[in-house]
Structures are given as C-alpha cells and as structure tokens.
C-alpha cells in the first residue's frame, strides 16, 4: 500500500512556471514506476508524463512535451512535476499514482492516487 500526497498546486499567470510534489509513504517508493495525470471540469482524466522506478525513462503527453518535466528522488520518497510556460489550457487538477507497469498511460493501471492539486492558469 501506497499513500501519496500532492502540494505545490497553485494560480499562476499564463507563461509562468509551478513544481508539483507528490510525496509518497507506505510500501516502497521505488518498486513503483510513477506517473502524473490531470482532470479539468467535465473532462476525463488524462495522462501527462511517467517515470519508471529508476528515473531514466520517462513519458509524455504531446501536450505537454518540452514544457514539463517529470521526475523523481527515490532517497526522499518524491515524486516531482516541473511546469514551465504555462498556458491557460493546462488548468486542471493534477494528480500523481503509483503503478506496478512500466511507463503506463492508462489511468486504469495505476493502484494508488493521490487526493489532487488545483493548478489555475490565467491568460
């Protein structure tokens, strides 16, 4: 069992950058590869970027490619997204899960979720 908790979230300006933190408790952190997914109102959930346990492989939405960066320190139990050049179309809340497959997209395949942080972006 995994517990993990997000913070970080925030209003920024269009442009403007936010790190995400996903700290994790429970069973061991790095036995899981990690991902980030978002949820804007009356949309579905939607994959943003993974990392497997190592954190030399990673994976990303279009969307989001060469603006964020995920990754992780497995000494500290964390998991991070770096957001840059943020749009208002990145307005969501955005969560972090635990998955025992490797760079996973699918939202079903990941066990464990965190509770979720507002990130506004305003134009």
């Known amino acids: 069992q995994v517990q993990l908790v997000e913070s970080g979230g925030g209003l920024v300006q269009a442009g403007g950058s936010l790190r995400l933190s996903c700290a994790a408790s429970g069973s061991t952190f790095s036995n899981y590869a990690m991902g980030w997914f978002r949820q804007a109102p009356g949309k579905e959930r939607e994959f943003v970027a993974a990392?497997?346990?190592?954190?030399?492989?990673?994976d990303y939405a279009d969307s989001v490619k060469g603006r964020f960066t995920i990754s992780r320190d497995n000494a500290k139990n964390t998991l991070y997204l770096q957001m840059n050049s943020l749009k208002p179309e990145d307005t969501a809340v955005y969560y972090c899960?635990?998955?025992?497959?490797?760079?996973?997209?699918?939202?079903?395949?990941?066990?464990?979720w965190g509770q979720g942080t507002q990130v506004t972006v305003s134009s």
């Open positions: 899960a635990a998955s025992s497959y490797y760079l996973d997209r699918s939202p079903g395949n990941y066990d464990y």
């Open positions: 990392v497997n346990w190592i954190g030399n492989s990673r």
